[in-house]
């Protein structure tokens, strides 16, 4: 091969990957923008705050999840008993079954294409060597729809009170050159789950979370659900990498937040955001599964033509009918403003957003 040839064909290539990343096809607009409130300002304290983190539709009502416990001896998750996400504070009521306790920093709901099941992950981000006192971090609960006060938890044997036993299988799939026995740090901040398969969305790698690495990355693992026991059938490997194009996101250090699988459209909704102290912003992407296997992202846009941005740092999606999504934000201590409205402590920002 000649040197212009092989410059020709390394351009092509370069061209070819970039493309990968950078499609743009689908458009959104934000019909909705407002605060719920996870329980009354009075009860705010420096442990306490509303940080929400994770939301699913189950066809009837809208469960969602803190990533902080919550005043009052409440377990971190709640249901809004509504078909519509209302600021309503009536219509919230908490589950009460001692297990949501025992798991903390809750980050993605999933719920399966055939509207069995429904998951709740935490973010697998901390252990403690010969202690058991950090378990609950690494916690993955599933139940059947309906029965929200019965969860279980997926675990190796089907018997343990955390999924800790899984954290080497994480640690393995993402080893890489400099840890290739598997990194010693990650977060898990996506879960989705289609009626075979389950997904996890990494957002962050390292050797601690003092220097975190933030990506894009997709865990794949195949599932039964056997007598009421959801057991993992296969090795985890990971199916997609993304490295979200620059020229469309800015310089910012973008890691995933959210994966969900959209039934309707037969495809995957994905979020990545950023966070500073002073600022954080969000992203929305859409992909096939098969466009996930081969590791191409859409980036979704506004009507207007420009990349949808979010100025919250959306935590969780979840897919409402065929055009419609509602995304819960956790914006930490921030007090976010948005059209006028400043977010307080007690309260978390949602969007409905319109897709086509």
Same mark, same amino acid.
């Given at each position: 091969m000649t040197k212009k040839s092989l410059l020709i064909c390394s351009i %092509? &290539? =370069?061209l070819f990957v970039q493309c990968r990343t950078s499609k743009i096809v689908e458009? &959104?607009?934000? +019909?909705? $923008?407002?605060?719920? %409130?996870c329980f009354q300002p009075e009860l705010v304290n420096s442990k306490a705050t509303c940080e929400t983190s994770a939301i699913v539709f189950d066809g009837t009502k809208i469960l969602i999840a803190n990533d902080k416990d919550m005043p009052d001896g409440r377990t971190s998750v709640f249901a809004i008993l509504s078909n519509t996400i209302t600021t309503d504070t009536s219509k919230i009521v908490y589950l009460k079954n001692p297990i949501f306790k025992a798991a903390k920093k809750y980050?993605? !709901? &999933?719920?399966?294409?055939n509207q069995g099941l429904i998951f709740l992950s935490t973010g697998f981000d901390r252990v403690k060597d010969n202690s058991a006192e950090w378990d609950?971090?690494?916690?993955? =609960?599933y139940w059947e729809k309906g029965q929200d006060e019965s969860p279980k938890v997926l675990s190796e044997d089907g018997k343990a009170t955390s999924s800790v036993g899984l954290r080497k299988q994480i640690s393995k799939v993402l080893a890489n050159e400099k840890f290739p026995e598997g990194v010693p740090y990650f +977060?898990?901040?996506?879960? &989705?789950a289609t009626n075979t398969h389950l997904y996890l969305g990494v957002r962050e790698i390292g050797e601690s979370f003092q220097n975190p690495?933030?990506?894009? +990355?997709?865990i794949e693992v195949p599932y039964t659900f056997k007598n009421g026991v959801v057991s993992l059938s296969g090795a985890m490997k990971i199916v997609a990498d !993304? $490295?979200?194009?620059k020229q469309l996101v800015g310089d910012v250090k973008l890691g995933l937040s959210s994966i969900e699988y959209d039934r309707f459209n037969k495809r995957f909704v994905i979020l990545t955001s950023y966070e500073t102290p002073e600022n954080v912003g969000a992203y929305l992407w859409t992909a096939s599964l098969n466009d996930l296997r081969s590791n191409k992202i859409s980036i979704v846009k506004s009507s207007n033509g420009e990349v949808l941005k979010l100025n919250t740092k959306a935590e969780d999606v979840t897919v409402v009918d065929k055009s419609t999504l509602y995304i819960i934000n956790d914006d930490d201590r921030l007090k976010t403003k948005v059209n006028g409205q400043t977010r307080q402590l007690n309260q978390a920002f949602y969007q409905v957003i319109s897709l086509k």
């Open positions: %092509s &290539a =370069l458009v &959104a607009e934000i +019909k909705e $923008q407002n605060c719920i %409130s980050e993605d !709901f &999933a719920i399966t294409p609950g971090f690494n916690t993955i =609960l +977060k898990v901040e996506g879960f &989705a690495i933030y990506v894009v +990355k997709v !993304f $490295q979200p194009d």
